[in-house]
């Protein structure tokens, strides 16, 4: 784990390069990711009479993304990172010409199918910011995802000015966009042919902490026995309600705002506040787990999560929604990174396919239930109760990282 204050020898250029292009393949694939949001449901409802159904394409490709994880990441693991990041570009190109058949065709079953293809791509696109981890040291383990993470910034940028852009170009309407799609996808295959990735030969790793004292090579150990280590624990519950408060506030917030009778206008700038917010902090919260600790940002993540809750249920005017999404993004970004960092620390190098592979599925699958029951219950139930469920799963996440700063606190209380 990251120390406090922790002194690190400079990245050469090489590795410097390396991260600046998988940040680079982290934007673009975000893009496509955002340009999916953006377009799909817009374009279903030109031709698909059943609104409730427009958003199942996205639906199918959270559901993709839960199938797909371990397959993914098990692929990384035995055949390397360019192998595995490529075949997941491919099924972007693949996802994106299918679900622009369906497009065409005006079939909502294939528009379907696409997004269920497009998951493969999207459990692929969140494999980068363990593979940055590889490049680098262990003291840059926080930079290395914090600055990969803030490849989200350029994405928030590319995905809706492509869709601008391309929307009414071909017909019928946003055609052109999954195009535009197919198209960054086959960038980022490019692209990740110049990252020079480490190799790890199957069951093997030149870790020390993989070896035993004789100098043996340590066999990989049971998930269940990794996934049961109270730091592994720990980190996933914290990842998990890092992005199920974010997905379920941000998800329902569209419709709170436009439920209070403020434009739609408005919806768009909160939304764009709420994930400058996620993804602008990237660019220090590496640095600041190098200098605090990463249990510490981690409860600076909960804070910011909190006080984004007591903006929401301070009232439901244009201020309240902006600065409690934006608090939201922001707290997302420090209690994730510090997640994904810890999450590192607890397997070894042969064991990192199958225990990144089972942090995402449950993460994830958390993502895609949060942004289904998001807008059933703020129908129903209304805009402050959704904020006070949030803060019960604030408190889960509390308890998980308060226990572990105590913890990692009483070897240095027991040296004094």
């Known amino acids: 784990m990251t120390s406090p204050g922790q002194t690190v020898q ?21 893009a496509c990711n955002t340009m999916m949001f953006a377009a799909t449901a817009l374009s279903i409802v030109t031709f698909y009479p059943d609104r409730d159904l427009a958003t199942l394409p996205v639906t199918l490709q959270h559901l993709g993304v839960m199938l797909s994880v371990f397959p993914a990441a098990l692929l990384m693991q035995r ?49 980068y910011r363990f593979a940055a981890v590889e490049l680098v040291a262990a003291p840059w383990r926080a930079k290395a995802i914090s600055w990969v993470t803030a490849g989200g910034v350029a994405a928030g940028v590319i995905g809706p000015s492509l869709v601008r852009v391309t929307h009414d170009q071909w017909m019928p309407i946003y055609l052109a966009t999954y195009a535009a799609m197919f198209a960054v996808h086959a960038t980022v295959f490019v692209v990740v042919s110049f990252i020079r990735f480490p190799a790890v030969p199957v069951g093997t790793a030149p870790a020390a902490s993989n070896t035993t004292g004789a100098g043996h090579i340590a066999p990989p150990r049971p998930l269940f026995e990794i996934a049961t280590q109270p730091r592994f624990m720990a980190a996933v519950i914290a990842a998990m309600v890092a992005f199920g408060v974010m997905s379920f506030l941000m998800s329902a917030s569209p419709l709170a705002i436009v439920a209070c009778g403020l434009p739609h206008a408005e919806a768009h700038w909160v939304i764009f506040l709420h994930v400058m917010g996620m993804f602008v902090p990237a660019f220090f919260t590496g640095s600041l787990i190098m200098r605090f600790g990463t249990t510490p940002v981690m409860l600076a993540g909960i804070a910011l999560f909190a006080l984004g809750v007591v903006a929401g249920l301070g009232g439901l005017d244009a201020w309240n929604f902006r600065i409690a999404l934006m608090l939201n993004g922001v707290g997302w970004n420090f209690l994730f990174v510090g997640a994904t960092t810890l ?44 904020n006070w469920f949030s803060v019960l799963l ?23």
């Not at 996802?95 to 528009?111: C, D, P, Q, R």
């Not at 199958?354 to 209304?382: P, Y």
């Not at 604030?394 to 004094?416: C, H, I, K, N, S």
Request: proline content about 1%.
């Open 10 to 30: 400079r990245l050469d250029r090489r590795t410097q390069t390396n991260l600046f292009l998988l940040a680079a393949c982290q934007a673009l694939g975000q």
């Open 79 to 127: 055949h390397g990172r360019r192998v595995g990041f490529r075949t997941g570009s491919a099924f972007g190109m693949a996802g994106a010409v299918v679900i622009g058949t369906g497009l065409y065709l005006a079939n909502f079953w294939i528009m379907c199918l696409g997004g269920l293809v497009l998951g493969y791509a999207v459990a692929s696109l969140h494999q």
């Open 343 to 386: 999450v590192t620390t607890c397997y070894r190098p042969n064991e990192r396919g199958k225990s990144q592979a089972m942090n995402d599925f449950l993460v994830f699958g958390t993502t895609a239930t949060a942004s289904f029951l998001a807008g059933f219950l703020q129908e129903r139930l209304g805009w402050f109760t959704l």
């Open 394 to 416: 604030l408190v889960v996440a509390l308890g998980a990282v308060g226990w572990l700063w105590v913890q990692e606190r009483r070897p240095a209380a027991a040296t004094a």
